[in-house]
């Protein structure tokens, strides 16, 4: 049975969104090649250079992406045919890589979670006092950030009680508690896409519609390894006289 593809085998990423001319955006891609190397955004706070590749905050909310910050790059698993939307929204300057490419660096999708889901009845979920509390109709959105802030002012409390312990074994425990809840931040949370279910497709809010596949740190790469640029058909050629042995599928679409 012949079907139109909804994922691909590539992972691409866009380049200039914030460029203020296609020209601009053309030399970003063009030094991106160069380079061999995609840079991941840098977090708030933490400067260029630093080995931090994740950012956990106490006092802000998981359900619009305030509390994890991270050093990502960014790719969208959307086949050829079904791009034009996502390049009106990021660019038409874009850089594309084998999907197990990617794998071998760590890439994973992100897991989209609505935050104007509500659970219908009751729900028990931690208060500000460290209690439990029975709501009713919790939004996903509440019910992520009680969730993160309990497990913060759990963390400072399992941090002093460990060090200032003098049993042994208490803190061998308590250390694995808290190893574990940086693992669960680092493997799960950080890959963690809010998003509203009442945004148009169009909308730039509207992140369901972008696949989205996250790798933490740098992409370091050689030309050979790229399976596809993407440009506007105006820059082909120039970008064929500027790129003669990279090998790769030359698109132009838009």
Same mark, same amino acid.
Not at 231 to 247: H, M, V
């Given at each position: 049975?012949?079907?139109?593809?909804?994922?691909?085998?590539?992972?691409?990423?866009?380049?200039?969104?914030?460029?203020?001319?296609?020209?601009?955006?053309?030399?970003?891609?063009?030094?991106?090649?160069?380079?061999?190397?995609?840079?991941?955004?840098?977090?708030?706070?933490?400067?260029?250079?630093?080995?931090?590749?994740?950012?956990?905050?106490?006092?802000?909310?998981?359900?619009?992406?305030?509390?994890?910050?991270?050093?990502?790059?960014?790719?969208?698993?959307?086949?050829?045919?079904?791009?034009?939307?996502?390049?009106?929204?990021?660019?038409?300057?874009?850089?594309?890589?084998?999907?197990?490419?990617?794998?071998?660096?760590?890439?994973?999708?992100?897991?989209?979670?609505?935050?104007?889901?509500?659970?219908?009845?009751?729900?028990? /979920?931690?208060?500000? %006092?460290? @209690? $439990?509390?029975?709501?009713?109709?919790?939004?996903?959105? !509440?019910?992520? #950030? =009680? /969730?993160?802030?309990? %497990?913060? @002012? $759990?963390?400072?409390?399992?941090?002093?009680?460990?060090? !200032?312990?003098? #049993? =042994?074994?208490?803190?061998?425990?308590?250390?694995?508690?808290?190893?574990?809840?940086?693992?669960?931040?680092?493997?799960?949370?950080?890959?963690?896409?809010?998003?509203?279910?009442?945004?148009?497709?169009?909308?730039?809010?509207?992140?369901?519609?972008?696949?989205?596949?996250?790798?933490?740190?740098?992409?370091?790469?050689?030309?050979?390894?790229?399976?596809?640029?993407?440009?506007?058909?105006?820059?082909?050629?120039?970008?064929?006289?500027?790129?003669?042995?990279?090998?790769?599928?030359?698109?132009?679409?838009?």
């Amino acid at each position: 049975m012949d079907y139109d593809p909804y994922t691909s085998d590539e992972l691409t990423h866009f380049v200039g969104k914030r460029c203020a001319s296609d020209e601009e955006r053309y030399d970003r891609l063009a030094k991106i090649l160069r380079e061999g190397r995609l840079r991941a955004s840098g977090i708030p706070g933490i400067g260029e250079g630093s080995l931090a590749r994740l950012s956990v905050t106490g006092n802000q909310r998981l359900s619009d992406e305030t509390a994890i910050q991270g050093q990502i790059v960014c790719f969208c698993d959307i086949p050829l045919s079904s791009l034009a939307l996502h390049m009106r929204k990021y660019s038409h300057f874009g850089v594309a890589f084998p999907k197990s490419f990617l794998v071998a660096k760590g890439a994973n999708p992100v897991f989209y979670v609505v935050r104007d889901a509500v659970l219908p009845g009751i729900t028990l /979920i931690p208060s500000a %006092a460290g @209690a $439990l509390e029975l709501r009713h109709d919790v939004t996903r959105a !509440d019910l992520m #950030d =009680q /969730i993160h802030a309990e %497990a913060m @002012a $759990l963390s400072t409390m399992n941090h002093d009680l460990m060090f !200032d312990s003098k #049993d =042994q074994d208490l803190q061998k425990l308590l250390f694995r508690i808290e190893r574990l809840r940086q693992l669960l931040y680092q493997t799960v949370l950080a890959f963690i896409k809010p998003f509203d279910s009442t945004e148009s497709e169009d909308s730039d809010h509207n992140f369901y519609m972008e696949r989205e596949w996250r790798v933490y740190g740098d992409v370091l790469f050689q030309l050979g390894d790229v399976r596809r640029i993407i440009l506007p058909a105006s820059y082909a050629e120039r970008f064929k006289r500027d790129f003669q042995n990279i090998g790769a599928d030359v698109t132009t679409l838009g």
